[in-house]
């Protein structure tokens, strides 16, 4: 059983900074390939950035220059520094892992996180 646990959400001002960390063991950062989620409100659930086994990355074209995805494996800890957030960024973010490595963030993810919540003001 993979278990992700997400922690840094929280509300900030356009233009604002936050930092997502998710937990996990190093064993499952070692196997899988590793990425943010996130669903706005109304909407479908919106793959957004993916760091593979060997770390490569990628983004979804929204954030690309603004966020940026890493990864401690010893630590079993995953990243998402987001930087010059808007409005439009507020949705739940989870922290998600899978098997299926090819591709954008717009992949099939096998296990979710339970997602932290942030909000960004105008």
């Known amino acids: 059983q993979v278990q992700l646990q997400e922690s840094g959400g929280g509300s900030v001002q356009a233009g604002g900074s936050l930092r997502l960390s998710c937990g996990a063991s190093e064993y499952t950062f070692r196997a899988y390939c590793m990425g943010w989620v996130r669903q706005a409100p109304g909407k479908e659930r919106e793959g957004i950035a993916a760091i593979n086994t060997d770390g490569r990355t990628t983004y979804v074209d929204s954030v690309k220059g603004r966020f940026s995805i890493s990864k401690d494996n010893l630590e079993g800890s995953l990243y998402l520094q987001m930087n010059s957030l808007k409005p439009e960024d507020t949705a739940m973010y989870y922290c998600?892992?899978?098997?299926?490595?090819?591709?954008?963030?717009?992949?099939?993810?096998?296990?979710y996180g339970q997602g932290t919540q942030v909000t960004v003001s105008s």
């Open positions: 998600v892992a899978g098997t299926y490595c090819s591709g954008g963030p717009a992949r099939p993810w096998n296990f």
